[in-house]
C-alpha cells in the first residue's frame, strides 16, 4: 500500500510538470499554460480534445493510465512554435548558457555549446539532433535526449535564435585539422574512395585517347588534300 506522501507527489503537479521533468526531456522547456490556451497558438494543429485537456490538467495523476497517447505529439508541436516566441527565445537562452544541450564533440569547436534541432518539422520523421553555431554541422545528442522527436523544435529554431541574440553566435574555428604523412600534406586526391578514383582516372583516360583520335587526320581528308 503506498503511503499518503507518495500518492500526493504523483497528483501535485501538471502534466506539463511531469513531462518536462521526465528523465530524457531536459531538452524541452515549460510552455506557459496560457500560451497553450490561446486558439491562434494551435491554428493549423491536428489534435485531439482529451489530449489538450490532458496537457493543460493542473493536477495530473501520472499513476493513470487513462492518457491517450497524443499528449506528447501535441505538447512537442506546440512547444516547436513556443520556444520561437519572445518568451521561448529566453527560456531556451538559459538553458544553453548553461550547456543542458551538451557541447559539440570537434576538437577545435573548443566545447561550443550547441542548440537542439529537428531535420524535419513534421513528427516522427527524425529524431533531434544538435547544432553547432561554431562549425555550423549537426551531431547526435546525449543517449538519454536521442529519443526526442525533432519536431519538437523544428528546423528553424536555432537559427531563429541567433538572429534574435547574434551576440551569442561564436566566431567560427581559427584552426582547422590539416591531414599530414611525416609533415606533408596530403593530395586532394588521397581522401577520394578507391573507386572515384578509378573513375576519375578511367575518365581521364578516354578524353586523352578521344582526343588524339580527333587530332588524327582521316585517310580521306589526306587523299583530298594531296
Avoid at 20 to 25: A, E, W
Avoid at 26 to 36: A, G, N, Q, R, S
Avoid at 70 to 84: D, N, S, T, V
Avoid at 151 to 172: C, E, I, K, N, V
Wanted: aromatic share 12%; net charge neutral; with cysteine.
Amino acid at each position: 500500500m503506498s503511503s499518503p506522501q507518495s500518492n500526493e507527489s504523483k497528483v501535485n503537479s501538471s502534466w506539463i510538470d511531469w513531462f518536462v521533468g521526465k528523465t530524457g526531456n531536459e531538452f524541452l522547456c515549460h510552455v506557459p499554460i496560457e500560451f497553450i490556451a490561446k486558439k491562434f497558438n494551435l491554428k493549423g494543429l491536428k489534435h485531439k480534445e482529451e489530449a489538450l485537456e490532458i496537457v493543460l490538467d493542473p493536477t495530473f495523476d501520472s499513476s493513470l493510465d487513462w492518457v491517450s497517447g497524443y499528449e506528447a505529439e501535441l505538447y512537442g508541436m506546440i512547444h516547436a512554435r513556443y520556444i520561437l516566441s519572445a518568451h521561448g527565445v529566453d527560456d531556451m537562452r538559459l538553458k544553453f548558457e548553461r550547456g543542458d544541450f551538451g557541447r559539440c564533440p570537434r576538437f577545435y569547436c573548443d566545447r561550443q555549446r550547441t542548440l537542439p534541432v529537428g531535420l524535419s518539422d513534421k513528427w516522427g520523421q527524425s529524431t533531434v539532433k544538435v547544432y553547432c553555431p561554431r562549425c555550423n554541422d549537426v551531431f547526435k545528442p546525449r543517449s538519454r535526449n536521442e529519443m526526442l522527436d525533432g519536431a519538437m523544435f523544428g528546423t528553424s529554431f536555432p537559427h531563429m535564435f541567433f538572429m534574435q541574440l547574434p551576440m551569442l553566435r561564436p566566431q567560427p574555428p581559427v584552426e582547422k585539422y590539416v591531414p599530414r604523412i611525416y609533415g606533408f600534406r596530403l593530395h586532394e586526391s588521397a581522401f577520394m574512395p578507391l573507386a572515384s578514383r578509378e573513375s576519375s582516372t578511367a575518365n581521364m583516360g578516354s578524353s586523352a585517347t578521344s582526343s588524339g583520335t580527333s587530332s588524327s587526320p582521316s585517310p580521306s581528308r589526306i587523299d583530298q588534300d594531296v
